[in-house]
């Protein structure tokens, strides 16, 4: 086997700091990194699973390690991401992302937050950690994630994250707890745009914004810079319907913006929901601010966009991944098991096979050559 594969992953995770006694240490820590990130591709979900892994493939790990100690055992593995740092960890995986990966300009980029439900301990009163993730749409990869205390924190580790990412050209979009003055300010100083949802956190704001569009239908919207876009989907039985209305008049703006603090507002918006199978129907309405001048089409498909992190990323960290099911929560290794579970998920998902994910974690797991081709494809 080729070395390129060991070099492209040291120089992404190699100058993590090691945050073991120097001089006492059985094996390096790029390789430990490097097993884990296998054991995890293979379907292991614990320590355990990484170092069952790691002694069923060792005579393959040692065509590019030297494992002089042999396999870490999984303590040791428990021990070292228990104990490495997250945010340095996590930075070195943003910068892993931006080296192999190519993330599409213009492309949406939703920011949501997730619980790990299974990480907490009553018995050392530590809660369920917390975690906003970055999910690049079109490209369907994870950009990175920040750790939070609680989720009404999530409005300090929103622009945090925002700060390490490179999102520059893309549309930001975050649901309720991101719409504040600070997150939009952050969003535009990363040269990004943003859509923010606006629900009850701000009242006023969604006040005055549903009076607008209560006075705009009875005028009928007449002489008023207005767009407006409707789609109806048919399946299975069921039509749902989005209807998208898009108001840039400066009229409006001066309603809304004796709010001080709303970078480059440009548009309000109302999107209705309505879904229809048999005699049964629903309907709901959001709005939305933006800093977007662009048309209703456009900002109806980056809204539909949004929901990929929930489909695409949270939901298939919990199937796939049993995230939510995992008990491992000592010291960083939570965290630490999340950066895992994510470069795995990118790996997986850049393979163009049509297998699911879970066919895709079982055949690396028997077949050598395509456990290859899964690190070697970046």
Request: hydrophobic share 40%.
């Amino acid at each position: 086997m080729s070395n390129e594969l060991h070099s492209s992953l040291e120089e992404c995770f190699g100058d993590l700091p090691d945050p073991r006694v120097k001089g006492r240490c059985d094996h390096k820590l790029i390789d430990i990194i490097i097993i884990a990130i296998c054991g995890v591709l293979c379907g292991a979900d614990s320590w355990v699973g990484i170092e069952t892994v790691g002694k069923a493939k060792e005579s393959w790990f040692r065509q590019f390690l030297k494992l002089e100690h042999g396999i870490p055992s999984h303590d040791t593995f428990g021990y070292v991401f228990a104990k490495i740092d997250h945010d340095a960890f996590q930075t070195r995986f943003v910068h892993w992302v931006e080296s192999v990966f190519r993330v599409t300009k213009g492309q949406v980029v939703a920011l949501d937050g997730k619980t790990s439900r299974g990480s907490h301990d009553k018995s050392i009163g530590k809660k369920a950690i917390h975690l906003v993730n970055a999910w690049a749409c079109e490209n369907g990869i994870a950009l990175g994630q920040r750790k939070v205390d609680g989720k009404t924190n999530e409005i300090t580790a929103i622009p945090e994250l925002l700060r390490l990412l490179d999102v520059s050209g893309c549309i930001v979009t975050i649901d309720a707890m991101g719409c504040q003055t600070k997150i939009a300010q952050t969003i535009r100083d990363e040269k990004a745009d943003y859509i923010l949802c606006v629900k009850d956190n701000q009242s006023k704001l969604k006040q005055d914004i549903d009076d607008w569009f209560a006075y705009g239908d009875s005028q009928q919207f007449a002489e008023m810079d207005m767009d407006f876009h409707q789609t109806v989907h048919k399946t299975s039985g069921r039509i749902e319907i989005r209807q998208c209305w898009v108001v840039r008049d400066p009229i409006a703006f001066e309603h809304i913006r004796h709010y001080d603090g709303w970078t480059d507002l440009n548009s309000i918006i109302r999107i209705q929901r309505e879904r229809r199978q048999g005699d049964h129907n629903s309907r709901e309405i959001a709005y939305y601010i933006s800093s977007l001048t662009t048309s209703a089409a456009h900002i109806l498909e980056a809204t539909q966009h949004h929901w990929a992190i929930e489909n695409s990323f949270h939901w298939v960290l919990d199937v796939t991944f049993g995230e939510d099911l995992s008990r491992i929560r000592t010291g960083e290794s939570a965290e630490n098991m999340a950066i895992l579970r994510t470069i795995a998920l990118n790996l997986l998902k850049k393979d163009s096979s049509k297998s699911s994910l879970k066919q895709k974690r079982f055949r690396a797991a028997m077949d050598n050559d395509f456990l290859f081709h899964l690190l070697s494809q970046v």
